[in-house]
């Protein structure tokens, strides 16, 4: 958000420039000489010395073509951030490659935390900042005006702050509804997934196309593949976990989340499962962070073309 802030102020800034020396020069062109010689003499001198000191500084500083040229780029910021995100992924998915092959010892782990937004994700949000991380958050939209958590507070704008924040936005389906048709075929999946799809573009801006099955793959039974195609057929790719700390289960104090986390990290590249509505995962977020990161991981949000996404086949 700050980062968002702080764009719009440059923009306003630098139009400002540009309407300054835009307006000195029509003034000096058209008004100002008609004005001087009406002036006594004095103030003629004055008029002119100061008029010509600003042209002076406008023409060697800020040359209207790059005044013009840099608005043009802040027009085009969505279009920057994307290509500069492209390229980041890039670089990610060439580490991935090196430590699969062998030729790097890094390791990386991907945090992900389901089934948000809550209220409680502003805090999660604070302390990933404070360690300056990025995530992956695989949301869903019902009953999101009103936050679960909070039933006084909407948590409807938060997809947009995690969005901007540099999140990674996932699909967990709109409904989540496991027990209540979500898998009863895969049409009336899809259906909810591509629902869950317009939401997260009408809040952010953004489209998807990482998604997670509600209670894991395994969770469709003999429908799983059927349901796979379908996001395959609409251009997603599917991603389950390697690591958690049972927070979506039977988790019931802290030093059960750690030590769970440190019974299931064992892998080069790791998917760990969180939850944003677990309070007992926020108290113990800066000890899986730093666990992780003395245990040499990278963490990192992930991205479609990640080796822990599962896709079709090109």
């Not at 360690?131 to 992956?136: C, Q, W």
């Not at 948590?155 to 699909?171: E, P």
């Not at 019931?252 to 299931?264: L, V």
Request: aromatic share 8%.
């Amino acid at each position: 958000m700050e980062t968002k802030k702080r764009k719009n102020k440059i923009s306003f800034i630098v139009i400002g420039v540009c309407l300054l020396a835009i307006g000195w020069l029509s003034y000096e062109n058209l008004e100002l000489k008609a004005m001087i010689e009406k002036d006594v003499e004095i103030q003629k001198d004055s008029q002119i010395k100061l008029i010509e000191t600003n042209i002076e500084i406008l023409n060697k500083e800020m040359d209207k073509n790059v005044l013009l040229g840099d608005i043009a780029k802040l027009n085009k910021t969505d279009e920057i951030v994307a290509s500069e995100r492209k390229n980041y992924y890039k670089h990610i998915k060439l580490l991935e490659d090196k430590i699969l092959s062998g030729e790097s010892d890094q390791k990386i782990a991907y945090l992900t935390f389901d089934d948000g937004p809550y209220f409680l994700t502003r805090k999660f949000l604070e302390v990933l900042k404070k360690y300056d991380i990025l995530a992956t958050f695989f949301t869903i939209g019902l009953k999101k005006d009103a936050c679960r958590d909070e039933k006084n507070q909407s948590c409807g704008g938060i997809y947009k702050i995690q969005a901007d924040s540099g999140h990674t936005m996932a699909n967990h389906t709109y409904s989540h509804a496991i027990f209540k048709g979500l898998y009863k075929s895969d049409e009336s999946f899809i259906a909810d997934v591509k629902k869950q799809e317009a939401l997260l573009l009408e809040k952010t801006g953004q489209n998807s196309n990482i998604f997670r099955f509600p209670g894991g793959s395994a969770t469709p039974k003999k429908l799983k593949n059927a349901m796979i195609k379908k996001l395959e057929e609409n251009g997603y790719g599917w991603v389950d976990w390697t690591a958690d700390d049972n927070d979506g289960t039977t988790l019931k104090n802290s030093k059960e989340g750690i030590d769970r986390i440190k019974q299931t990290i064992n892998q080069k590249i790791e998917v760990v499962l969180l939850h944003d509505y677990s309070k007992i995962t926020l108290e113990i977020l800066p000890d899986i962070i730093e666990y992780l990161q003395n245990n040499g991981y990278i963490l990192l949000p992930l991205f479609y073309e990640s080796s822990v996404i599962k896709k079709a086949k090109k």
